[in-house]
């Protein structure tokens, strides 16, 4: 996977340095969870505190690009960072990261219109039934 380590460089290179210092924190432990992967495209969760949302970090390995779903001005912001890094230690040392999809259900909100008032909801979404 050529394309893993030159995407690796394109973020490191236009990462700010407290920017990729706060990746690598975050990088460390089992926060960064896969989502989806296929050759061009690999799909990762940055868990952070409980009770976050976790932002998710899209990687475009055949165009070295990357989106992240946080609202950091920052670009590529610590989610990137810390999704290059872990994946590049899993390459290293083989363990693989952990699998979004067997460890736990996905949050998902859901906004919802009732008499005018907008409500949120927030469920566990999980096998794909949901659980408020
Ligand atoms: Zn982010």
Known sequence: MESLASLFDAVQSDCDRAVWSRGVELARGESVQVE??????????????????APQVTLHLADEAWECSCASVDDPCEHVAAAVIALRREKKTGAALP????????????????????VLE????????RTP
């Not at 067997?102 to 005018?116: K, T």
């Not at 927030?122 to 039934?129: H, P, Q």
């Open 36 to 53: 989806s992967r296929d050759r061009r495209e690999i799909v990762l969760r940055v868990v952070g505190k409980a009770g976050r949302v």
């Open 99 to 118: 699998d979004q999809a067997e460890r736990m259900g996905r949050l998902v909100y859901l906004l919802r219109d009732q008499g005018g008032a907008l």
């Open 122 to 129: 927030r469920a566990v979404e999980f096998d794909g039934k």
